[in-house]
T-cell receptor
Framework: DTGVSQDPRHKITKRGQNVTFRCDPISEHNRLYWYRQTLGQGPEFLTYFQNEAQLEKSRLLSDRFSAERPKGSFSTLEIQRTEQGDSAMYLC????????????FGSGTRLTVV | KQEVTQIPAALSVPEGENLVLNCSFTDSAIYNLQWFRQDPGKGLTSLLLIQSSQREQTSGRLNASLDKSSGRSTLYIAASQPGDSATYLCAVGFRVTGGGNKLTFGTGTQLKVEL
């Protein structure tokens, strides 16, 4: 297991289209997080899963955004009816147990809405 | 609402210099604090994690300190190298539902180490 994997690395989409991103965490990690990072800013929390349960969602996650983690393994983040303001880097991270070792982040998916 | 500030926003130093990056936060009831490195267009690499009960952590040429009462952390980089050039992000963690750790990030310090 080489770490947290995200797919695709880059996505260009037209405004109004739907997009879906995938995150594969480190296999033994039970917690999975999604963050969004815009240019020149630090990442902002979007949502968090413990196993398959989505336990926390940010107000940034509008009703156009939905995240799932079926069977507590990989996770998907879907954005419906994309807007130009959705253009950002979407980062996934995973952690284990009491977070003694902290987060491990993936390389991110860069979304550009044109 | 937790706010995290990093100073300076950008820093350029000659190779070999020792340097200090600063991070301050407004709510001292943190669970932990983590320093990350981010290269342009890439994800985040964890450098050091300090639990709320700890005062400092060291890894190689890096040393991070934490003063919860004053809401401050510093990242010390010894003998800087051109390969250290990157953006350094400070993130404070809070416990959330189910025992997770929600991070609030600063906007980063962009470091350039010149030959």
């Amino acid at each position: 297991d080489t770490g947290v994997s995200q797919d695709p690395r880059h996505k260009i989409t037209k405004r109004g289209q739907n997009v879906t991103f995938r995150c594969d965490p480190i296999s033994e990690h039970n917690r999975l997080y999604w963050y969004r990072q815009t240019l020149g800013q630090g990442p902002e929390f979007l949502t968090y899963f413990q196993n398959e349960a989505q336990l926390e969602k940010s107000r940034l996650l509008s009703d156009r955004f939905s995240a799932e983690r079926p069977k507590g393994s990989f996770s998907t983040l879907e954005i419906q009816r994309t807007e130009q303001g959705d253009s950002a880097m979407y980062l996934c991270a995973s952690s284990l147990g009491q977070d003694i070792m902290g987060y491990t982040f993936g390389s991110g998916t860069r979304l550009t809405v044109v | 609402k937790q706010e995290v500030t990093q100073i300076p926003a950008a820093l350029s130093v000659p190779e070999g210099e020792n340097l200090v990056l600063n991070c301050s936060f407004t709510d001292s009831a943190i669970y932990n604090l983590q320093w990350f490195r981010q290269d342009p267009g890439k994800g985040l690499t964890s450098l050091l994690l300090i639990q709320s009960s700890q005062r400092e952590q060291t890894s190689g040429r890096l040393n991070a300190s934490l003063d919860k009462s004053s809401g401050r952390s510093t990242l010390y980089i010894a003998a800087s190298q051109p390969g250290d050039s990157a953006t350094y992000l400070c993130a404070v963690g809070f416990r959330v539902t189910g025992g997770g750790n929600k991070l609030t990030f600063g906007t980063g310090t962009q470091l350039k180490v010149e030959l």
